[in-house]
Nanobody, 124 residues
Framework: EVQLTQSGGGLVQAGGSLRLSCATS????????IGWFRRAPGKGREGISC????????YYADSVKGRFTISTDNAKKTMFLQMNNLGPEDTAVYYC?????????????????WGQGTQVTVSS
């Protein structure tokens, strides 16, 4: 069973940084696609960064490019999202995901799971 457990997040002032973590189990971590998504108040879920393992591609949404970085620790089966220069527009619930296929920007996951979500609030 694919399980993802998130940590990190919280309240930060504009211009600050946060790092989200997502510990995983139940699958071969370095063979599954992974991604980070968010849902802002009143909006749909947005795919902000995904890694396609087979094609070796990393995607970033324009809204986070240059500020957010997705990374992994394969030995610990953990993924991270480093978020710098945060602004109020980044306030959202953030979710990690892993699956046989995970895609951005169109949110799609095949044979995988979502993390439980973590709130990120950026004050101006």
């Amino acid at each position: 069973e694919v399980q993802l457990t998130q940590s990190g997040g919280g309240l930060v002032q504009a211009g600050g940084s946060l790092r989200l973590s997502c510990a995983t189990s139940g699958f071969t971590f370095d063979r599954y696609d992974i991604g980070w998504f968010r849902r802002a108040p009143g909006k749909g879920r947005e795919g902000i960064s995904c890694i396609n393992r087979r094609e070796g591609r990393t995607y970033y949404a324009d809204s986070v490019k240059g500020r957010f970085t997705i990374s992994t620790d394969n030995a610990k089966k953990t993924m991270f999202l480093q978020m710098n220069n945060l602004g109020p527009e980044d306030t959202a619930v953030y979710y990690c995901a892993a699956g046989e296929s995970v895609s951005c920007p169109v949110v799609s996951i095949l044979h995988g799971s979502w993390g439980q979500g973590t709130q990120v609030t950026v004050s101006s």
